[in-house]
C-alpha cells in the first residue's frame, strides 16, 4: 500500500511540474524560466522566490490545469485526520493578523510601556 501511495503521490507531482512548464512554455517564456521548474526540483530553497515570480509574470491563479494540478497532489499529501481548508485565508494589506489555534498577539512594548 505505501508504494502505491508513493507512485500516486510521484505521478501527482510529475503532473504538476508538467503543468507549470507548459504554462511557462506556452506563455512564450525563456527557456530559462522553463529550466528553473527543475532547478526548483532540486533545489526549492534557492530556487523558490525565483519560480514563484516566474509564476505570477505569467498569472497562473487562473489556470485551471495547473490548479488542478496542485490540488490533486495536495490531497494525496494530506496527513489523514487533518482538514487542509481550515486555514484558508486570504489577507492582504492588514497588520497583526495571526492564522492558526492558540495564537496570542501582544501589540506594545515589552516591558509595558
Known sequence: MKDTATSMVKDAYRGLVTA???RLSRDGEE?????MVEAHAADPDDWREDLAA???????????VLL???RDLLALMEVPGTDTSKYTV??????GV????GNTL???????Q
Open 90 to 95: 486570504s489577507i492582504r494589506d492588514s497588520q
Open 54 to 64: 516566474a509564476l505570477r509574470a505569467v498569472d497562473v491563479a487562473d489556470d485551471a
Open 68 to 70: 488542478a494540478a496542485a
Open 98 to 101: 495571526q492564522v492558526g489555534d
Open 106 to 112: 501582544h501589540i506594545g512594548h515589552p516591558s509595558g
Open 20 to 22: 507549470v512548464r507548459d
Open 31 to 35: 527557456p530559462a524560466f522553463v529550466s
